[in-house]
């Protein structure tokens, strides 16, 4: 604990000394990303998992959840990489790849295999959710 203690002190110092007169726009980052989530991001998240749940098959559910989860962090990593942002022009080998067909055929994999699991638990288990198996309980060794 006082070696976590410390280690967290020297970043907090070096943060401190690298930023400067920066400080107040780091902490808007900060406090602007956190209501960001709080105010969009869980909402939005909450809307989808609540109209998903209703819309689609009791069975067919894990993989659609899984592929929204995909989707969603795959986007947000390659966004940044999507939009250009922090390019060089005058280095175009940064970046030599078309970053938005990549993305596209990133999520056209992931949802190909939600499809497919999607389509074997349907097969498997049906419509009647009471088919589907409980999920286990650890067992204490």
Do not use: Q
């Amino acid at each position: 604990m006082l070696l976590g203690g410390a280690v967290t002190l020297f970043g907090a110092i070096g943060l401190l000394r690298t930023i400067g007169d920066g400080l107040g726009s780091f902490i808007a980052y900060f406090v602007g990303g956190a209501l960001l989530l709080d105010l969009v991001a869980v909402p939005l998240a909450s809307g989808v998992g609540l109209l998903g749940r209703r819309r689609v098959p009791a069975a067919a559910w894990p993989a659609v959840r899984a592929g929204l989860v995909a989707t969603a962090t795959l986007t947000l990593f390659a966004a940044p990489l999507v939009a250009d942002l922090g390019g060089r022009p005058d280095n175009p080998s940064l970046r030599p790849r078309h970053y938005g067909s990549g993305l596209l055929t990133a999520l056209a994999v992931v949802w190909l295999g939600c499809l497919v699991a999607a389509a074997v638990a349907h097969r498997r288990y049906g419509t009647n959710s009471r088919n589907r198996p409980r999920s286990r309980k650890p067992t204490e060794a």
